[in-house]
């Protein structure tokens, strides 16, 4: 080999699919103790067209080419691998997943045609099932009572209309001068705040406002923080709200109902919290 | 017959480079080790609620009661394991399956209480997809276990990897056509596009938030009584829904409408203080983009660092 090719090496386009290929080419590597080659996998069709133009038409399944300056030399028919499996290669067929799995390749057998064509077949059924189950849910918008899934879902939110007032429990705490504060949902419930929400909601749908009062004076007393030190009582409560009014600068509710009220005394809840 | 077996093949299984999977693989990866990772302590409390709030939903829906609070805690912990391992893509035909599973569990059971997060249901469907797609046929260990000579380097294109993006481009695009079916199947009909009733939807929101102590959108108490926003807003959400199927079509109508989704919804995060943390990351919009060319110019540079540039020199047949 002369002194330039030395210097530049040799781009090697050849079959990234041959196991056989891969591992004579690697043992050539190893032997020059340097890189010598520079590797490209002729299935990269878009890369070794734009890199080597002049092996366009070249039929890269069947041979190796080496690309010098002085030229393309090209290597004899079938280099150690043939295409009708991996077994007749010599090549472990884990390494050969790939090609098992409908590589693309040039000038595939009939068998490999129609092994890709089952495999497409197979592959295609599945993603249609998929898609089918991802719009399945519209037909809850028209069901008497929908049912919201996971993680095939409808998508209800934001599409019910609302009407000018809106009815929502939340949290109030009074201290013993009858000062309200609020008090964050993070005390009713794990989970986020529309989960928590939700299931105060549920609580006092089911008439056990009463126990989720208890929840919140227990959490409070765990946390027993200063915004929260002066509560003597904490409410559960839902209040009638009208959009334009808490928005045009008026927050208070229209009208409000108490579904549940606890004492709150940190002192006893903290002791009782003692280890 | 033939021809439209044919389109329908070119349409479905288009060949694309394993690494431009791989990549949406550690791109969507990723993200669930995030949501998974940074919402481990709060989903293991949840395991710990009042069993009488138990809703079960999507698969989890076998259970009558709920599972014992250590089991929910060893599955959150077994997910975590398996996304590490999904990756990185190691021994993927086994690990991919089994993280696509655990994680359709985990995300089940903690949307079992009473509540779905939609925003949820794209992580679970994309990482379905991926998990048994040949998703780790590069940039992973298993391609580097493969032959050493292919280490760090991508197998060429396949129809495999085309049909399993094509997948997560279609699944995406169809729940938001879903989702604008939803509005227009409501009584209000196509009439939701005047704004009125995303802005009574907004204003609810923001309202529940405030009392219930949270933080509601930081724009909208200023623009509440703009209803041509909302109306614009209204027009925009039916445009980006229902014409969402669009994107399957061309890549540059694709490309436009992931850049127009993504950005609604940092609209949405703005106005209503609504995260919908995967849209807003981009990722998930990822599929309908050439990903791979990320790797391809981190490559380029870190070689230009590392090496001196070797030309090619041309070359005659």
């Not at chain 1, 996998?41 to 069947?62: H, Q, V, Y």
Request: proline letters at 6%; charged letters at 20%.
């Amino acid at each position: 080999m002369n002194r330039m090719l030395r210097e530049t090496g040799l781009d090697v386009v050849y079959d990234g699919l041959c196991g056989f290929c891969e591992r004579s080419l690697a043992a050539v590597q190893r032997i020059a103790r340097r890189p010598l080659l520079r590797l490209h996998d002729a299935n990269d069709r878009e890369s070794i067209k734009a890199k080597f133009p002049m092996l366009c038409g070249a039929d890269t399944s069947n041979a190796m080419f080496v690309v010098t300056p002085r030229g393309v030399a090209r290597h004899r028919r079938q280099f150690g691998c043939s295409r009708d499996g991996a077994a007749q290669c010599g090549v472990d067929p884990r390494d050969a997943g790939l090609e098992r799995r409908g590589g693309s390749r040039g000038g595939t057998s009939d068998r490999d045609a129609e092994h890709m064509g089952w495999t497409k077949a197979v592959a295609g059924a599945l993603g249609a099932l998929l898609m089918a189950a991802t719009l399945a849910p519209v037909s809850q918008n028209w069901q008497p009572e929908p049912k919201d899934n996971f993680p095939f879902s409808y998508y209800p939110m934001f599409a019910a209309k609302r009407s000018e007032t809106y009815h929502v429990n939340y949290i109030v705490g009074l201290d013993a001068h009858g000062k309200r504060h609020t008090i964050p949902h993070a005390f009713a419930g794990d989970g986020g705040f529309n989960q928590t929400r939700r299931q105060m909601d549920k609580l006092i749908r089911t008439d056990r406002a009463a126990t989720l009062c208890q929840t919140i004076v227990g959490e409070l007393a765990q946390e027993g923080g200063p915004p929260f030190r002066d509560i003597a009582t904490v409410q559960v409560v839902t209040g009638t709200f009208r959009f334009a009014d808490y928005f045009g600068g008026n927050t208070a509710p229209l009208e409000e109902r108490v579904q549940a009220s606890c004492p709150f005394a940190p002192g006893q809840w903290a002791e009782r919290n003692k280890p | 017959m033939n021809r439209v077996r044919h389109a329908l093949d070119e349409f479905w299984f288009p060949p694309a480079p394993a690494a431009r999977l791989a990549v949406l693989r550690i791109l969507i990866g990723g993200f669930a080790l995030c949501l998974v990772g940074s919402h481990y302590s709060m989903w293991v409390e949840i395991g710990r609620s009042d069993p009488s709030l138990f809703a079960p939903v999507g698969p989890v829906a076998l259970l009558r009661h709920p599972v014992a609070p250590g089991v929910n805690q060893a599955l959150i912990a077994a997910t975590l394991v398996a996304n590490v391992l999904f990756l990185l893509g190691w021994r993927h035909r086994f690990t991919g399956p089994v993280f696509a599973a655990l994680l359709m569990w985990v995300i089940s059971y903690r949307l079992s209480w009473s509540m779905i997060y939609h925003s949820m249901n794209l992580v679970a469907l994309h990482v379905l997809v991926l998990g048994f797609a040949p998703a780790a046929d590069a940039l992973s260990l298993d391609a580097r276990r493969a032959t050493a000579v292919a280490a760090g380097r991508d197998p060429a294109g396949g129809w495999q990897y085309g049909f399993a993006i094509r997948l997560l481009c279609a699944v995406t695009v169809f729940a938001y056509f879903v989702t604008g079916l939803a509005k227009v199947a409501s009584p209000m009909g196509w009439s939701w596009a005047t704004g009125e009733v995303i802005r009574s939807q907004v204003a609810a929101d923001a309202l529940r938030k405030e009392v219930l102590g949270e933080t509601g959108g930081p724009l909208f108490r200023l623009l509440y009584h703009q209803v041509w926003l909302f109306t614009m807003m209204g027009i925009l959400t039916f445009v980006v829904e229902l014409g969402a199927p669009l994107a399957l079509l061309n890549k540059r109508v694709a490309w436009v409408w992931a850049a127009v989704a993504f950005m609604m919804h940092w609209g949405i995060l703005l106005i209503m203080g609504i995260t919908f943390r995967y849209h807003l990351s981009g990722i998930m919009y990822a599929p309908f983009f050439d990903v791979e060319r990320l790797v391809q110019r981190y490559r380029g540079r870190r070689g230009r660092r590392l090496s001196r540039p070797i030309p090619l020199y041309p070359a005659t047949p």
